[in-house]
């Protein structure tokens, strides 16, 4: 429960002001009555004689009259003995709390905002002199009891005490004190006092507190030991105020910054009507603070100008719901934590006599509060409109009125585009990240830039920073921005597209993270560090699709975006790079490496680059000097079978074939993967060819044979397991090549080695798979060209790859009997690893089937080019033609 208090301001004052009267005719009646003002007052004596003469509108000659309270208290205090006896020990009991009575004393009496507590103190104190010496406190005290909606008249009292001249308002949040800002409070004078910033700006939404907490600062400074401040000079542009009723339009408010100046002038001379100038000339040499309410009414170049014109002694405080954007210290004000939200709810409810929303349950004031987004200004709405008649209810469900005057004034500034960014962000309904947001928006980044500075800045967005390393900030709708705007139509053009596209990412960052564990090197992945670079590397991602697509323009847009939203992300160099490559411009793709390697933050990262630099050096610009230290490097910090493998080759490439062997069979060891593993043997096999053709080239021919063999029997397991790999099979062919080549030029061979040579020819020749590649013809032509007793003739002989396609209509049945059947026969004329093309003269584009359509699963290996197959007839929705229930014959 709250404590008993004053309910107001002006209730207390009057209640003070009674117990000072009280305390003063105590003087009176028990010392002066007696005693010679000497010796009642002493050493104050000469001091209050000073005041009397300086007051010209002095009502009587006591000297009593120009007693502080602290000093009339100390007073009967040190006349004690002269006292009745128990209003001694009332004033003796008291004295402790007399202190801090005095600061409240002195908040009521001079104007001042009051604190939380200030009216539950006074009435304490006060009420603790209701007794036969104090006959004023008492009736005004029953008074107040008996009646208590009345709200007496009382003066502030600007007395010599306040050394800043100032025309500061009264706080207009007396009933409660000014809740929960006690911090902020205090940021803003230790800023002020400091003096480094000339322009300070409070932003915030309308109704959260700005003018509050600037109005209790300002009075803070007039109120210190040492001011540092001459003057402080206040002026409103408010010109909207909010009751239970609704939004009401303040008559004769000031609109702009001329009227403004001829306030501020005023205040300094009453009859100033003169220009900025003129005002310039009064506050010239002056230390002065010029405070400007609302400024959301002025245009943001007329307060530059303002500020600009003033001399330099002057510092500005602002409160603004957008801010001015230019040269200010902007400090942005939200809402009330929940504590300090429920306490404002249950003081001002109870100041308003409303005890129901005073008593909540705790869990029922914070549902209220929440759904009043913690705003000071909308708890009091909420609080007047239940006193206005409204039900609780009704009050949180309608709020059309709080809202349009916290936010249409703001909203209806707002450019189109800002407006197009706020119904994206109300559509996603989530916090995100501009750089997610540059992606699902698809607005031009600078544009967004803007837009989203100028929601941040009128409180329709609020930016969460990020709470550990690698997230990004976050953007979401203020919850006043949410409540204020209808939902948007996701079904129109522009959202559905926004949904396709966050939809996209989405699915996108799922599949990459899958790809980036699988192959870190793999040029087509993109990897992202953290949260924070996720959305640049989707369009990274975009790129690489576009341009595999021939889409260079569009790929190198994406490019671009990604490099404004993220300009130190090393991916965006190496991406760029890579395309650059993949169209041959060396020098273009070297630089953008480079640059990526500057930007790596680590050493994967640098060894990640590296092994792609030294991919293009090595392949793309042919500079293997340069390449293999990179791919060292590489190889050193990454060890897996993809840097094994690029290392091996250049070091082929370079003919160190020993080393680079080394490192192949070193890849083929680390590597899990069935297709790397066809890769890296189809490397070795090759590199086998190639040490082959230089011992030829170095007149070698055993060698040459021997490491050309080598390569047949690297390579002829894997053939063995039935993979369908053609460049495995070039490779073995190539290298079967070097090995008749160089059997031709043994003198002469040993039967070993045409045994050997024998057993693989005998291979070869029964594989219809190397029949389909190119070194076919050539093979077939070398041996053709060994003496005779080179090889057995009794072995399989070689039939050439056919130069016309086979006759499909092996025993081709009559139309009767396929008619029976519902079968057709056709040759394979294209075969892959796990599918093939049969040719059929009824269908041109031949017919597609895959082994898994084979009657006998165990026929994948008889499925070669020339092979004839019956099959049955189908089409598949796309409208291709596909064999089923295939039969090899």
Not at 208 to 213: E, R, W, Y
Not at 531 to 539: I, R
Request: aromatic content about 6%.
């Amino acid at each position: 429960m709250l404590e008993p208090s004053f309910a107001s301001k002006a209730r207390a004052f009057v209640a003070i002001d009674s117990l000072e009267q009280d305390l003063r005719q105590c003087i009176h009646q028990y010392l002066l009555d007696h005693l010679d003002p000497e010796d009642v007052f002493g050493a104050q004596l000469e001091d209050l004689k000073e005041r009397r003469d300086a007051d010209v509108e002095a009502q009587t000659g006591a000297l009593t009259d120009y007693l502080y309270l602290r000093q009339a208290y100390d007073t009967l205090l040190r006349h004690k003995q002269l006292l009745p006896r128990d209003l001694g020990d009332l004033l003796t009991v008291n004295v402790g709390s007399m202190d801090g009575f005095v600061a409240v004393r002195n908040r009521v009496m001079h104007g001042r905002p009051l604190k939380i507590d200030d009216l539950e103190t006074a009435y304490a104190f006060v009420s603790r002199f209701r007794s036969r010496y104090f006959p004023a406190t008492d009736t005004v005290l029953s008074a107040l009891e008996e009646d208590p909606t009345w709200q007496p008249a009382t003066v502030s009292r600007h007395t010599a005490v306040d050394s800043v001249l100032h025309n500061l308002p009264e706080a207009d949040f007396d009933e409660t004190g000014l809740v929960g800002r006690a911090d902020d409070v205090r940021q803003l004078v230790d800023l002020l006092v400091r003096g480094r910033d000339r322009m300070i700006t409070l932003t915030g939404e309308g109704g959260i507190g700005k003018t509050a907490l600037a109005l209790d600062a300002c009075y803070s400074l007039v109120d210190a030991q040492d001011p540092p401040f001459e003057a402080i000079l206040w002026v409103s542009l408010k010109n909207e105020r909010l009751t239970a009723d609704g939004v009401r339009t303040i008559s004769n408010a000031i609109r702009d910054v001329s009227g403004a100046t001829e306030e501020l002038g005023r205040s300094l001379d009453s009859s100033f009507g003169g220009s900025v100038d003129e005002l310039a000339d009064y506050l010239s040499g002056l230390h002065a603070l010029i405070v400007i309410d609302n400024l959301e009414s002025a245009q943001g170049h007329e307060v530059v100008a303002l500020y600009d014109a003033l001399p330099e002694s002057v510092t500005f405080l602002f409160t603004s719901r957008v801010g001015i954007g230019q040269i200010e210290r902007r400090i942005p004000i939200t809402g009330l934590s929940d504590r300090d939200a429920i306490l404002l709810l249950r003081k001002f409810a109870s100041r308003r006599g409303q005890t129901g929303l005073a008593s909540l349950r705790e869990d029922v004031a914070l549902n209220v509060v929440t759904r009043l987004r913690n705003s000071p200004l909308a708890v009091r709405w909420y609080v007047l409109s239940v006193e206005a008649g409204k039900t609780p209810t009704d009050a949180l469900r309608n709020q059309v009125d709080l809202l349009r005057f916290c936010v249409d004034n703001v909203y209806e500034a707002l450019t189109s585009d800002a407006k197009l960014m706020l119904s994206i962000l109300r559509t996603l309904d989530r916090p995100i990240s501009f750089d997610e947001l540059a992606v699902v928006a698809a607005l031009d980044i600078d544009t967004l830039r803007r837009s989203s500075q100028t929601l941040a800045q009128g409180s329709l967005v609020v930016r969460t920073p990020a709470n550990e390393l690698g997230a990004p900030d976050l953007l979401e709708l203020s919850a006043t921005a949410r409540a204020y705007l209808p939902r948007v139509d996701v079904e129109s053009s522009v959202m559905t597209s926004v949904l396709d596209r966050e939809a996209a990412f989405v699915r996108d960052r799922e599949e990459a993270r899958l790809a980036a564990a699988q192959r870190v090197l793999d040029p087509n992945v993109v990897m992202a560090r953290s949260l924070e670079d996720e959305p640049t590397a989707h369009l990274l991602r975009l790129a690489l699709r576009l341009s595999r697509n021939g889409d260079r323009e569009s790929a190198e847009s994406h490019i671009s975006r990604a490099r404004m939203l993220n300009p130190g992300y090393y991916e965006i160099d190496r991406v760029d790079a890579f395309l650059a490559s993949t169209r041959g411009n060396i020098p273009a793709a070297v630089a953008r490496y480079r640059d990526a390697l500057s930007q790596c933050v680590d050493e994967q990262e640098r060894a990640r680059v590296s092994s792609f630099l030294a991919g293009h050096l090595a392949r793309v610009g042919h500079d293997l000097e340069a390449a293999i230290p990179l791919a060292q490097y590489a190889h050193s910090v990454l060890a897996n079978a993809d840097t094994a493998q690029s290392l091996g080759n250049f070091f082929v490439w370079d003919k160190q074939y020993g080393a680079g062997q080394e490192l192949l069979e070193q890849a083929l060891d680390l590597t899990q993967s069935h297709k790397m593993r066809r890769i890296i043997t189809t490397a070795i096999v090759e590199s086998w060819r190639r040490w082959a053709e230089e011992e030829l080239t170095n007149k070698m021919p055993p060698s040459a044979f021997e490491k050309a063999m080598s390569g047949v029997h690297t390579g002829k397991p894997l053939l063995l397991e039935g993979t369908h790999d053609y460049r495995l099979v070039e490779a073995v062919a190539r290298s079967l090549l070097v090995a008749v080549r160089a059997m031709r030029n043994l003198n002469p061979p040993t039967d070993p080695q045409l045994s050997r040579l024998r057993v693989e020819v005998r291979f070869v020749s029964r594989d219809g798979r190397f029949r389909q590649v190119d070194s076919w013809e050539r093979l077939t032509r070398s041996l053709g060209q060994l003496p005779d007793g080179f090889l057995d003739r009794h072995s399989d002989p070689l039939d050439p790859r056919p130069k016309a396609p086979v006759d499909v209509r092996v025993s081709e049945p009559t139309e009767d009997a396929a008619a029976a059947t519902g079968r057709l026969r056709g040759v394979v004329v294209n075969q892959r690893e796990s599918y093939a093309f049969i040719s059929h003269p009824d269908f041109p584009a031949n017919v597609f089937f895959h082994f898994g359509s084979l009657s006998v699963p165990g026929d994948k290996d008889r499925v070669l080019v020339g092979a004839v197959l019956e099959f049955t007839h189908a089409r598949d929705d796309d409208g291709r033609d596909r064999a089923e229930q295939v039969i090899v014959i």
